[in-house]
């Protein structure tokens, strides 16, 4: 069975950081593309970033400006997901995601972890 | 940048009723095209793919339409537990600048 399991959400004061991981299982996880995808309160899932199943090339948001930096350990089975300058603005519920590849992109997120909530605010 | 717009924003059926949910975006994505469902307190879950591919354990009830601009979910006879969010997602333009998602619809009773 396929499991995401994230966890580092919390509360930090605006200026701050945070190290967001996830923990994979029962797939092979160095085959896959990954992602993070966050939810404010009350909004739609936003993507964040993602990162090649080597880890060689990763992307993002245009909004997040290089506060943010995605890795993974792939001897691990874990995604990572790096958090600077944090603002009110980043408050959100962070997702993992699966990236399943159809037609030669691996964009579509087939499976999700449960989120944890990372809130930003003095 | 491609945006991905939903209609309606809410949408109110009867169970055993059909729903029929839009997305379109602002240029093509070919069939490059998913659609999510979102529960309260869960994360979103995978229904389609390719525009009308089910995922994975999703039942029939639910299929999708659609390709270049205009794309339709549509659960045919709706169960209790369909009542949630749905968002669509494009695939076709990656990495997408800011937001692939649409900003859902949510279907009530």
């Known amino acids: 069975e396929v499991q995401l399991v994230e966890s580092g959400g919390g509360l930090v004061q605006p200026g701050g950081s945070l190290r967001l991981s996830c923990a994979a299982s029962?797939?092979?996880?160095?085959?896959?593309?990954m992602y993070w995808v966050r939810q404010a309160p009350g909004k739609g899932p936003v993507w964040v970033s993602r990162?090649?199943?080597?880890?060689?090339?990763?992307n993002y948001a245009d909004s997040l400006k290089g506060r943010f930096t995605i890795s993974r350990d792939n001897a691990k089975n874990t995604l990572y997901l790096q958090m600077n300058s944090l603002r009110a603005e980043d408050t959100a519920v962070y997702y993992c995601?699966?990236?399943?590849?159809?037609?030669?992109?691996?964009?579509?997120?087939?499976?999700w972890g449960q989120g944890t909530l990372v809130t930003v605010s003095s | 940048e491609i945006v991905m717009t939903q209609s309606p924003a809410t949408l109110s059926v009867s169970p055993g009723e059909r729903a029929t949910l839009s997305c379109r975006a602002s240029?093509?994505?070919?069939?490059?095209l998913a659609w999510y469902q979102q529960k309260s307190g869960q994360a979103p879950r995978l229904l389609i793919y390719?525009?009308?591919t089910r995922a994975t354990g999703i039942p029939a009830r639910f299929s999708g339409s659609g390709s270049g601009i205009e794309f339709t979910l549509t659960i045919s006879s709706l169960q209790s537990e369909d009542f949630a969010v749905y968002y669509c997602?494009?695939?076709?333009?990656?990495?997408?600048?800011?937001?692939?998602f649409g900003q859902g619809t949510k279907l009530e009773i």
């Open positions: 390719g525009a009308s």
């Open positions: 990162i090649y199943n080597d880890g060689s090339i990763a």
């Open positions: 997602q494009q695939y076709n333009n990656w990495p997408p600048g800011e937001n692939t």
């Open positions: 995601a699966r990236g399943y590849c159809t037609n030669g992109i691996c964009s579509v997120f087939d499976y």
């Open positions: 029962g797939f092979t996880f160095s085959s896959y593309w």
């Open positions: 240029q093509s994505v070919s069939s490059n």
